[in-house]
C-alpha cells in the first residue's frame, strides 16, 4: 500500500473543509503560516512597558521567527524591538529599566548576548560566545549579566587512529560514546562539555567564568541584592547522571567562585529566587518518593540554607517559576488546574491567591496547558493570554481584572468560523472519577445531524490539555469532525492522587476513562457511533496503539510517535536514567512480564482496526523503532497500516513546522477518509 501525496491529501482537507461550511470561511492548512502568538513577557520594573517574544512563521523557509515586541501597558501601544533581522529571544529588562538584555543571532547565525539602551536606540553585542548563553540574570547594580553556557569538553577517544595523508577523503572519524546523558530529543547527539556560569560587563567585556568541573549549571540564576552570590540549582553529587532527581540549591561566591550547597533534601530543587531583601531563598521542588508524579511544591528558606519550609505543602497542584513581589511580603507562581494554568500569590504564611486565569501555552497545535508569566515591582503581574478562539497574547492584572494588549490573530481570525469548544461532562465508567473533557463542534454545526468524530488523546502521560486554542485539531474540525479530548487518570492538574493512579500503572484504567469520554460524547446526540476514529501522540499514541488492542470499535486510528515495546522504549530514549526508575520502579532484566503487560505490542494480535503509525526521524523520546515495531507487526498480521515519516523532526518538534502540520493533519485526516462509510 503506498502512501498518499501530501498534494492529494491537502486536496482532500481543502474539499472537506469547503463541504463542511459554506459559504463561511474555515481554518485551513494555509493558516498555519499566518499564525502568531506571543512568548516570554517581561515587565519592567515601574510596570509600564512590556517586552515579549512575538512568534510567527516565514512560508519560504517554513520555520519560526521570533522577534521581540515592545508594548506601552498604558496606551497598549506596541512596536518592535529592532536591531537586526536574525532570532530574538529571552528579553530581560535591567533593573533601572534603561536597557534590554536579549540573545539574537549574529552574523553567522549564532545566538549572542545582546544589550540595547533604550533612550537611544542603540544596540552591541556584549561578547563573542562560542556557545548560545542562557539564564540571562542582571545583577542588582546593572553593571554585570550572568548566565550559563555550554563549555566543550575533548571529545572520548578510543584507540589511535591512521595518520591521513594531505589531501586524503577519508570517513569521518570514530564517535566514541562515554557519557550516560548523551543525547536529547531536540538536540540529537549531544556535543561532550558542560553548562557553566559566566558573568560580563554590561557594557561588554571578556566573560569570566564563574563555575567548573563535570557538571550542569543549568537553570534560573538568582542575584542577592549585595551583588556578592548567585544562587542557582544544579545537581553536583558523584552520581548526578544516574540520578537525575537529585539537583540541590547553591551559592556561589561571584569573587572567589566558592560555592556552599543550602539543601540536603531527597529529591529535586529548582528555579531559586533571592528575596528583594537578599535574606530569603525561595524555590521549586518535592522530596522523592520514586512515583511517577509528586507536586512540585513551594519552598522558603533563610539564606544560608536554615529554616525551610514549604509554603505549598497543604495545596494538591504542582507550582513553578516562582517569582518575589516588590515588597517580599509574597511570591507569584504559576499552577494548572483542571487543565488550566494560573497565576497566584502566595503569601510567607502560606495563603494562596489566584489573580490570573487563562494563560496560553506555547504550543498552539494542541491544547496543552501552559504559559509564561513576570510580575512588576508594583505587582502588575504580565502574561501569555490563551483561549479556544486564539492562541496566546499578552495580559496584564493588578490584582483585579485582566487587559489584553494585543490581539496578533485578529486579522486572521476575522472572517473565519473556528470550532467551537465547550466542556464536556465525563465519569469513568470503572470507578466513577469524574473526568474533564472538553467537545470541538465543526464550523456550519447543525445538532440535528450525525458527524464522525476524532478521540485526540494527550501524551505525557503527566500532562493534561484544557480549554486552550489548538490549530491541528482546528483542521479536524474544518474537515467535518467532531473533535473530542480529555484528561483520563494519571494526568495532572487534579492533584497527586489523580495522577499517581497510573503509577507503575500504564496504561490501565485511563483505558477506561477515555472510552467514557466516548460514550458521553455519543450520547449528545450528534456523534455517528458507527464512525469513531482515534489518534494522540507520544503518551495518547501509545495509548492509540492500546486502544485498536482492546476494542474494535473505531473505523480507523492513527498512533503518532508512540511506545509499542516498554523494553525497547526505556533501553532507547534519551531519559533512561530516568524512566525505567520512576514509570516502573525495576529494570527490564529484572521484571520482563510486567514491561510487557504495559506494552501495546502485547495486544497486538488481537488488531483488527486500520492503523496509520507516524514518527520523526530524528525522534529520540519514542524513537522511531517504536513505530516501526508496531507498523511490522500490523504488517505481518495484514491489518492496514502505513508508516509515515516525518524528515528532520525531534519528538517534541513533530508539528514545529507549518508544512509538516499541515501534511501531518492532512495524512491523517486522508486516511480516516478511506475508511469512512459510502
Do not use: C
Amino acid at each position: 500500500m503506498k502512501i498518499a501525496t501530501v498534494g492529494f491529501v491537502a486536496l482532500l482537507l481543502a474539499s472537506a473543509a469547503s463541504a463542511a461550511d459554506q459559504p463561511a470561511r474555515v481554518f485551513s492548512p494555509h493558516d498555519l503560516f499566518a499564525m502568531q502568538y506571543a512568548s516570554d513577557p517581561e515587565i519592567r520594573a515601574d510596570g509600564r512597558e512590556i517586552a515579549y517574544v512575538r512568534v510567527s512563521f516565514d512560508e519560504m523557509t517554513d520555520r519560526a521567527r521570533r522577534a521581540i515586541w515592545l508594548i506601552d501597558t498604558t496606551s497598549g501601544d506596541q512596536s518592535p524591538l529592532g536591531a537586526g533581522p536574525g532570532s530574538q529571544s529571552a528579553p530581560r529588562w535591567s533593573p533601572s529599566g534603561d536597557r534590554l538584555a536579549y540573545v539574537a543571532a549574529d552574523e553567522n547565525g549564532r545566538p549572542q548576548l545582546m544589550v540595547r539602551w533604550m533612550a537611544k536606540g542603540a544596540a552591541a553585542k556584549v561578547a563573542d560566545l562560542p556557545s548560545a548563553p542562557t539564564d540571562v540574570a542582571w545583577s542588582p547594580d546593572g553593571r554585570q549579566i550572568a548566565f550559563s553556557m555550554l563549555i566543550q569538553a575533548p571529545a572520548a577517544t578510543l584507540g589511535a587512529p591512521l595518520p591521513r595523508p594531505e589531501g586524503a577523503k577519508w570517513a569521518e572519524p570514530l564517535q566514541i560514546i562515554d557519557q550516560i546523558h548523551y543525547r536529547e530529543d531536540g538536540e540529537g547527539y549531544l556535543k561532550p562539555g558542560y553548562r557553566q556560569i559566566f558573568v560580563v560587563a554590561a557594557d561588554g567585556g571578556a566573560p569570566r567564568q564563574l563555575t567548573s568541573g563535570p557538571f550542569d549549571a543549568d537553570g534560573a540564576l538568582s542575584w542577592t541584592p549585595d551583588g556578592r552570590t548567585i544562587v542557582f540549582a544544579s545537581n553536583r553529587d558523584k552520581d548526578w547522571e544516574l540520578d537525575p532527581l537529585a539537583a540541590r540549591i547553591w551559592s556561589l561566591d561571584i569573587a572567589t567562585g566558592a560555592l556552599k550547597a543550602l539543601t540536603n533534601q531527597h529529591g529535586p530543587s529548582a528555579e531559586a529566587a533571592v528575596s528583594p531583601d537578599g535574606r530569603q531563598v525561595a524555590w521549586v521542588g518535592f522530596e522523592d518518593h520514586g512515583r511517577g508524579y509528586e507536586n512540585a511544591q513551594l519552598w522558603l528558606m533563610d539564606r544560608d540554607g536554615s529554616g525551610l519550609r514549604s509554603l505549598t505543602v497543604g495545596f494538591d497542584r504542582s507550582v513553578s517559576r516562582p517569582r518575589w513581589s516588590g515588597d517580599g511580603k509574597s511570591i507569584f507562581v504559576a499552577y494548572a488546574d483542571h487543565g488550566a494554568t494560573k497565576v497566584a500569590r502566595v503569601d510567607l504564611a502560606g495563603h494562596l491567591e489566584t489573580v490570573a486565569d487563562n494563560l496560553g501555552a506555547s504550543e498552539p497545535d494542541r491544547p496543552y496547558n501552559g504559559g509564561a508569566f513576570a510580575v512588576s515591582a508594583g505587582g502588575m503581574a504580565a502574561f501569555t493570554l490563551g483561549g479556544v478562539d486564539h492562541p496566546s497574547d499578552v495580559g496584564v492584572t493588578r490584582g483585579g481584572a485582566v487587559r489584553r494588549l494585543t490581539n496578533l490573530n485578529a486579522g486572521l481570525f476575522a472572517d473565519k468560523t473556528l470550532a467551537r469548544v465547550e466542556p464536556l461532562a465525563v465519569t469513568s465508567a470503572f470507578d466513577k472519577q469524574p473526568i474533564d473533557a472538553w467537545i470541538m463542534t465543526p464550523p456550519g454545526f447543525d445538532s440535528t445531524r450525525k458527524y464522525p468524530m476524532i478521540l485526540e488523546i494527550h501524551g505525557g502521560p503527566f500532562a493534561s490539555y484544557g480549554p486552550n486554542f489548538a490549530s491541528e485539531l482546528q483542521l479536524y474540525a474544518s474537515a467535518g469532525y467532531v473533535v473530542v479530548y480529555g484528561n483520563p487518570r494519571g494526568s495532572t492538574s487534579y492533584g497527586s492522587a489523580f495522577a499517581n493512579l497510573i503509577d507503575k500503572n500504564y496504561p490501565s484504567q485511563d483505558y477506561d476513562d477515555l472510552m467514557s469520554v466516548v460514550d458521553a460524547a455519543v450520547a449528545e446526540g450528534f456523534v455517528d457511533p458507527n464512525q469513531l476514529y482515534v489518534t494522540g501522540g507520544s503518551g495518547g499514541g501509545l495509548l492509540t496503539a492500546w486502544i485498536v488492542g482492546k476494542t474494535g470499535r473505531f473505523r480507523a486510528a492513527a498512533a503518532q510517535k508512540p511506545v509499542i515495546d516498554w523494553t525497547s522504549e526505556v533501553l532507547t530514549v534519551d531519559l533512561y536514567a530516568f524512566m525505567a526508575k520512576y514509570w516502573f520502579g525495576k529494570m527490564p532484566w529484572e521484571d520482563p512480564d510486567f514491561y510487557w503487560r504495559r506494552s501495546p505490542l502485547s495486544l497486538v494480535g488481537n488488531v483488527t482496526t486500520p492503523t496509520l503509525v507516524m514518527v520523526g526521524e530524528e525522534d529520540h523520546r519514542t524513537p522511531p523503532s517504536e513505530a516501526e515495531q508496531f507498523f511490522q507487526a500490523l504488517k505481518l498480521r495484514s491489518v492496514p497500516t502505513v508508516l509515515v515519516r516525518v524528515p528532520g523532526a525531534s519528538h517534541e518538534g513533530l508539528a514545529d513546522r507549518p508544512s509538516q502540520e499541515a501534511a501531518e493533519a492532512a495524512a491523517i485526516l486522508a486516511w480516516f477518509g478511506k475508511y469512512r462509510p459510502n
